[in-house]
């Protein structure tokens, strides 16, 4: 069982940047890849960044390259996605999963983004 808690969103300006954090509670965490998903109203779940379980290999969907970063650290059960050059279209709900293999893939709850002047 793995339980995901994400932190760290909140209103932001345009142009702004924030960092999300999200505390895994599972002994094997490094065993785990990680990725941050976001849903806006009406859209899709779309994945937004992914890494690998020990970090060696990130993925970002083409709309966030080269300003955000999705980062881990395995001692702290954590991982991050640091967001520069926040966009209207930023706007979502953020969600943290980890997925080992092929076994099941879990979710956390979401921590809101809102990119609004």
């Known amino acids: 069982q793995v339980q995901l808690v994400e932190s760290g969103g909140g209103l932001v300006q345009p142009g702004g940047s924030l960092r999300l954090s999200c505390a895994a509670t599972?002994?094997?965490?490094?065993?785990?890849?990680m990725s941050w998903y976001r849903q806006a109203p009406g859209n899709e779940r779309e994945l937004v960044a992914g890494i690998t379980s020990t970090g060696g290999y990130t993925n970002y969907v083409d709309s966030v390259k080269g300003r955000f970063t999705i980062s881990r650290d395995n001692a702290k059960n954590t991982v991050y996605l640091q967001m520069n050059s926040l966009k209207p279209e930023d706007t979502a709900l953020y969600y943290c999963?980890?997925?080992?293999?092929?076994?099941?893939?879990?979710w956390g709850l979401g921590t809101q983004v809102t990119v609004s002047s």
């Open positions: 999963s980890a997925k080992y293999e092929n076994y099941r893939r879990y």
């Open positions: 599972v002994v094997t965490f490094s065993r785990y890849d």
